[in-house]
């Protein structure tokens, strides 16, 4: 497409890093995954309509990453209350299952399908965020019987379309400090390496369940990717289902701009910027969404007519959390001085903009 100065408002192109690895395909998957720490039907785990589990989750993610509206404290972590309610029973393929809700923020993230018998705890499906069933095939094991030093269990399987295989074992008990308060508990450590590495220790107490979770979520070169904590509050009890509300339903993506890939974020740009990084995080985004960004010169006085697009790039999501950037390289002769914006589209819906200036 020709333009006035075309060149002097830069060319959106593709990173030449990834942008998002199988990491970032199973995160919701793993985080999902964390509270179900039940053993017995009749003995060691409460069932009945209502009860729930109030957890404080911790979060924190490693360098370049970012959580959609989200605020992290002074310590760069990001805190809030969850709480995982039975709900009431579902039946998926001919079979009833315990409807276990997670309630953040008046938002209820996930939804798992489960049974639980002699076998211990199975997860057969489970609901997310935006009310797309996904299957685990055969089912997965949460929790093998009997809870012992030494009991092991594998999944192997299908979750959805993604190959998943996790190990756990008990390794023995142990003493564990909670806001619930004291616990002596049984340890269960889990390691997968498909899609990939992710590490799970678990604390389980007989008649209460899950009173601490760690789930650790990393790179494929060994770094942080996110790290995801669970503390018990108080016992489980009986309580009310919390309002949800439809308004408050995550955004799909959020962007930003910066002078470097984990650069800090701002909106001012000199006309001898190398590159500007027109960077996404996304969130509960479906496989394959199409993520666009288009660039556009507001106003660079006699450059371009106001509100020109000058370019546009598309990549594909590879999964609920995918992230990258696009990157706007400095034209030969510099920056046209003046107002721009990156509008950023998730299948082709407008769902984030950024505006920036560049300056002298």
């Known amino acids: 497409m020709s333009s006035p100065r075309q060149p002097q408002c830069g060319k959106l192109i593709l990173p030449a890093y990834p942008l998002a690895s199988s990491v970032q395909k199973f995160a919701l998957l793993a985080l999902v995954a964390v509270p179900l720490g039940f053993v017995s039907a009749t003995e060691l785990i409460p069932t009945e309509l209502g009860t729930g589990w109030r957890y404080n989750m911790t979060q924190e993610v490693g360098k370049g990453l970012r959580v959609p509206d989200s605020k992290m404290d002074a310590d760069g972590k990001i805190r809030r209350p969850v709480l995982y309610r039975i709900a009431g029973m579902e039946n998926v393929d001919g079979k009833d299952l315990l409807k276990f809700e997670m309630h953040r923020a008046g938002v209820v993230t996930n939804t798992d399908l489960l049974s639980v018998d002699e076998h211990g705890i199975i997860c057969s499906a489970r609901i997310n965020v935006d009310g797309e069933m996904i299957k685990f095939s055969p089912p997965q094991t949460m929790i093998g019987t009997p809870l012992k030093r030494g009991t092991s269990w594998n999944f192997d399987g299908q979750a959805g379309e993604m190959k998943v295989h996790q190990h756990y074992e008990v390794t023995g008990e142990e003493d564990v400090e ?24 678990r604390w389980f107490v007989t008649g209460t369940g899950i009173v601490k979770d760690v789930t650790t979520m990393l790179r494929p070169n060994g770094d942080l990717l996110e790290r995801i904590s669970l503390e018990l509050m108080e016992r489980p009890k009986i309580v009310d289902r919390p309002e949800v509300k439809s308004d408050r339903a995550p955004k799909k993506i959020s962007v930003d701009l910066a002078k470097q890939r984990f650069g800090k974020p701002t909106a001012i740009f000199s006309s001898d910027t190398a590159q500007i990084y027109a960077r996404w995080q996304g969130d509960h985004l479906r496989k394959d969404a199409k993520v666009r960004a288009v660039w556009i010169a507001e106003n660079i006085g006699d450059d371009a007519p106001p509100d020109y697009k000058v370019d546009e790039a598309t990549t594909v999501a590879e ?6 950037a696009f990157i706007l390289s400095r034209p030969d002769d510099g920056w046209a001085l003046g107002d721009y914006r990156a509008e950023f589209y998730v299948d082709d819906v407008l769902v984030d903009t950024v505006k920036l200036k560049i300056v002298k």
């Open 178 to 201: 909670v806001p619930a308060g004291e616990f002596h508990a049984f340890r269960i450590h889990g390691e997968q390496t498909s899609p990939s590495p992710m590490t799970i220790d």
């Open 319 to 324: 999964g609920p959390r995918s992230q990258g």
